[in-house]
């Protein structure tokens, strides 16, 4: 079962002499990590509220400068190279993992970044596919590493924007910011609570004495994709239908749940649950802020099965594994509260669980999961940690 960084030294040792092995000469090391939202799903698109953390699995990057305009990268996961040119990114999504690494470098050059060519070897220890932002965090070290050997440097926020961008153009995916920021600006032991209109946030400290237990159900949906962008077209119709109402209202942010129920006539009923799910998931992120500075975990943990209920019934993003799982985590000692957590259909649930009880939480979930389903999930128990950084050894 993978582990949340066991040993940051080894993975950064063990990737340079790879590095040098290929490349003949010692490259520089940027890690991003992976995410988990503690609350606020699908709420990001709509200039709402979120509460992310960065976790202990990292996309780590080796990098040095080449004297051409070629992008030569060998991916650890996909025991593959890709080879790119600056000078020619552009074109549609090719459903390859390289199209993370074009469209970073694209999106930077349309910025204006002059990049210059560049060896790297990726190994990404988010785990794919399991809605933890593999993705934001390949994207954020790519950013990283490409303008230092261009000798180049960006506010952190335009950084994120750019990873973002890249992967609305290059992948196909019309994500909100929330992986990319958290990759950036996670903060050690703490969540952010994220404006996603202003961009502006709040650290707010995650008790010592709980942790993160994340719980990856095994299933990905293919559907995934495409569903996301559904979702994401069903919110902008509500938009516009409410607009007759209330022509000031740019997003489902600005859309109260009394709004919504005065309104609920002019909404198909199917729009009409995906606005009740976003307005109200709003209201709980607010919510939770609240009872996290208060120190209450047994109200945050009622907001996030309240948030897992809204998104299975009105946003129809779960599947009957993550359903098991919170079910099942419903009934362990120690939990505060359990919901799916990132875009779903598959993936992974967020419980809170109290420290002393987490051990045996991860025992005991894994095991009724794989009595019931057959499958055996992987169980990670991990804390909030630091965005991307350039990894030296002296540093850490
Ligand atoms: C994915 C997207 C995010 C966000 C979540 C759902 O992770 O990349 O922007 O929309 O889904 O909350």
Not at 27 to 42: K, Y
Request: contains cysteine; proline residues 4%; hydrophobic residues 40%.
């Amino acid at each position: 079962m993978p582990r949340p960084v066991v040993s940051d030294g080894s993975t950064a040792a063990s990737l340079e002499a790879r590095f040098q092995r290929l490349f003949g000469t010692p490259g520089q090391i940027f890690r991003a990590p992976g995410r988990v939202n503690l609350i606020g799903e699908h709420t990001d698109y709509n200039d709402g509220f979120v509460m992310p953390a960065a976790i202990g699995f990292y996309t780590w990057i080796a990098v040095s400068r080449r004297d051409d305009r070629g992008l030569q990268v060998y991916s650890e996961q996909f025991d593959e190279t890709a080879e790119l040119s600056l000078d020619g990114l552009a074109g549609p999504p090719r459903k390859h993992w390289s199209d993370f690494v074009r469209g970073v470098a694209a999106v930077l050059q349309a910025h204006g970044c002059p990049l210059t060519g560049a060896n790297l070897v990726v190994d990404g220890q988010v785990p794919m596919g399991a809605g933890l932002s593999s993705s934001a965090s390949l994207e954020v070290a790519i950013a990283m590493a490409l303008l230092s050997v261009a000798h180049g440097a960006l506010p952190p926020l335009e950084l994120a924007k750019i990873c973002q961008r890249a992967e609305h153009e290059y992948v196909g995916t019309r994500c909100g910011i929330m992986d990319q920021f958290v990759a950036v600006f996670g903060q050690d032991a703490h969540a952010l609570m994220l404006d996603c209109r202003s961009l502006s946030y709040q650290a707010l400290p995650i008790p010592s004495d709980v942790r993160l237990v994340i719980c990856n159900s095994m299933v990905k949906h293919e559907l995934a994709a495409g569903e996301y962008n559904r979702r994401r077209s069903d919110c902008e119709a509500g938009v516009r239908m409410l607009q007759e109402d209330q022509p000031s209202v740019r997003a489902l942010r600005d859309v109260t749940l009394a709004d919504l129920e005065r309104n609920k006539n002019r909404l198909p009923e199917l729009v009409y649950r995906r606005c009740h799910h976003v307005i109200s998931e709003d209201d709980r992120v607010l919510s939770a802020a609240d009872a996290l500075r208060a120190g209450n975990l047994s109200r945050f943990g009622q907001l996030m099965n309240a948030s897992h209920q809204s998104l299975r019934d009105d946003y129809e993003v779960s599947c009957r594994e993550l359903d098991l799982l919170v079910a099942l985590a419903s009934g362990c000692a120690g939990v505060f509260g359990s919901r799916m957590t990132g875009g779903g259909f598959g993936g992974c649930t967020i419980t809170l669980v109290r420290s002393d009880a987490a051990e045996r939480f991860q025992a005991g979930i894994a095991e009724s999961y794989q009595r019931e389903t057959g499958i055996a999930p992987d169980v990670y128990v991990c804390s909030a940690m630091q965005g991307a950084v350039e990894w030296k050894k002296s540093a850490f």
